[in-house]
């Protein structure tokens, strides 16, 4: 009980400690968020949220930033959550614009979860299969990359 009254408040103002608790259970309780769980990582200096990790979509970013926004005491709100379409469309781009690999996405699929990527679909040669996987690793908010391309070659997968 003194610890908590400590943990809520010092010279009257709401620690960071306690602030950070708080948003963290909003993320959690909010169910579209909880439904997917997505890995929010959540700093508090001074009363600054910062909100770093990857959600399913642009909505969902946007409402950890309003639930983080509601949380007494909080000053600001720096949110750099990136949502999976950012990430599948960055992918693409990259692969695309690769000279070893230039990979269409109308023949590669791209899926992210949460940051999680697998790769599928037929490409021409295990070199691009190998540097599709790496040119993934480089993309920020990947966290893991699952590579089930198939090399294709005269027809016959590989």
Do not use: C, W
Request: proline share 4%; hydrophobic share 40%.
């Amino acid at each position: 009980m003194i610890f908590d009254r400590l943990l809520t408040r010092r010279n009257g103002v709401r620690t960071d400690d306690k602030i950070k608790v708080e948003v963290i259970a909003a993320l959690n309780n909010f169910d579209p968020l909880h439904a997917t769980k997505p890995q929010i990582g959540v700093e508090v200096v001074n009363g600054a949220v910062t909100l770093n990790g990857v959600v399913r979509g642009g909505g969902q970013r946007g409402m950890a930033e309003r639930l983080a926004a509601t949380i007494e005491g909080v000053t600001t709100v720096h949110n750099y959550l990136l949502d999976d379409p950012t990430i599948e469309g960055a992918i693409a781009r990259a692969l695309a614009a690769n000279p070893q690999t230039q990979i269409s996405t109308t023949t590669v699929r791209i899926k992210s979860y949460n940051g999680m990527v697998t790769l599928f679909g037929p490409v021409s040669s295990e070199i691009k299969k190998l540097t599709a996987e790496e040119v993934t690793r480089t993309i920020p908010g990947v966290i893991k990359v699952v590579n089930r391309l198939t090399v294709i070659s005269n027809g016959k997968s590989h």
